[in-house]
């Protein structure tokens, strides 16, 4: 896997390197161990494991790699992408970084762009232009004469920002001065004594209030609570949507429920039909089958899983269960509709039955509700239901129904 990430890197900057304008004076360095010691002119390329830059690079710098640590200048533009990046030389142009722990500890020229895990810019550090900072906890020390754009998980800033600060973080440590305007979007801010805000400040924070910008307001510029400014993550009101969300998962569930009832009598009606009056008739039995389908085929469906060999079989009868489950309620509303319609000896017309099932079915649903009870005797049903289809396949337990006999009427005179 080493090899070919590393034979990737290497196509990528042999490309890049193809298409520069100035390839005569270009290197590249590539290797598991890479360091430059002497002066390069143009543009330098890198891609390694652990790369140093222990001398002056007069053009841009491109790499990637596990750990990057420059010492010396780089007159123009860095680009790079590493583990671990020190930047411990100055930068003549723009920064950007992408890395899980990056350290800048001399100046930066022009525009610093970085997206990493852990970031720092210690004190003393300057930064020419604007800065896009986008990390897990970032320090900023240093100062920044350009505006900071800034989204992260924890930030301190104790340095000094010359134009405007723009931040969205979870928790927000302010003790620096900014020279602009601020708009500060924080779960949490907390100012320090030496925070100092000379232009106007819009911001919000979770808790109104829980920050007090009074004494750190410098030239008559105010601070503002800006209910705008929330973020969308934060306007969602979870137990709601949660009520909402149940809400509907239990509607999708009745109305799918009804439509596979409404399916299985107009598809199965006849085979219902046929055999009305056994599920009554032969109780015990019909619930001894749905009690070994539903208990049964899980288990010999795990135990088949645990082999290699039985893993497909397994797969079939897990994927079986499954649709018995899902469908249980609606078989059951069908059978109990075909078993009423012939106690009662009404018409078993697709039209009829269909209605009565229905309201079987939303019956079931409410009597499901009831603790305890409710979902047991659903349980109970349901096995008796889906057992009673199951002997269907068992042409010994299918004897004909029995008819139910019509009074006839009594014609003695009297």
Do not use: C
Not at 186 to 212: C, P
Not at 400 to 414: C, F, H, I, R, W
């Amino acid at each position: 896997m080493k090899k070919y990430m590393f034979r990737l890197s290497l196509l990528g900057l042999l490309i890049l390197w193809s298409l520069s304008a100035t390839a005569q004076k270009s290197q590249v360095r590539t290797g598991d161990h890479v360091r430059i010691t002497e002066k390069a002119d143009g543009n330098t390329y890198v891609a390694g494991g652990d790369i140093a830059i222990d001398a002056e690079i007069t053009g841009d710098l491109i790499g990637a790699g596990g750990s990057i640590r420059i010492t010396q200048k780089i007159q123009n533009d860095i680009l790079l992408a590493g583990g671990e990046l020190s930047i411990d030389g100055e930068t003549g142009g723009d920064l950007r970084l992408m890395g899980g722990n990056i350290r800048i500890n001399k100046l930066v020229a022009g525009d610093l762009t970085i997206t990493g895990g852990e970031i720092r810019i210690p004190k003393d550090v300057k930064i020419g232009g604007d800065v896009y900072i986008a990390g897990g906890n970032v320090w900023i020390e240093g100062d920044i004469a350009g505006n900071l754009r800034i989204a992260g998980g924890e930030v301190f800033l104790s340095g000094t920002v010359m134009g405007n600060l723009y931040t969205q973080t979870g928790h927000l440590n302010l003790s620096g001065t900014v020279k602009g305007t601020s708009k500060i979007v924080a779960q949490e801010i907390d100012l320090g004594s030496g925070a100092r805000f000379e232009g106007n400040v819009q911001y919000w924070t979770k808790h109104k209030g829980g920050a007090d910008f009074s004494k750190a307001m410098t030239g008559g510029a105010q601070a503002n609570y800006d209910s705008s400014l929330r973020p969308g993550y934060d306007k969602v009101d979870w137990k709601q949507s949660a009520k909402k969300g149940m809400v509907a998962f239990a509607a999708f569930r009745v109305a799918s429920g009804l439509l596979l009832t409404m399916l299985l009598v107009a598809f199965f009606n006849t085979f219902f039909a046929g055999r009305a009056g056994l599920a009554r008739q032969f109780t015990s039995r019909s619930m001894t089958r749905g009690l070994l389908l539903f208990l049964g085929l899980p288990f010999l469906s795990f135990i088949a899983t645990i082999t290699v060999i039985g893993i497909p079989v397994g797969l079939i009868g897990f994927s079986a269960f499954t649709a018995i489950a899902l469908s249980a309620n609606a078989v059951t509303a069908v059978v109990a509709a075909h078993e009423l319609a012939f106690a009662k000896n009404w018409k078993n017309g697709s039209g009829q039955i269909a209605l009565l099932a229905g309201g079987l079915f939303i019956g079931l649903r409410i009597v499901g509700m009831i603790p305890f009870i409710g979902p047991l005797a659903n349980f109970v049903l349901a096995a008796i239901a889906v057992g009673h289809v199951a002997r269907h396949f068992d042409k010994q337990a299918n004897p004909a129904p029995v008819t139910p006999q019509k009074e006839e009427p009594n014609t003695d005179l009297v």
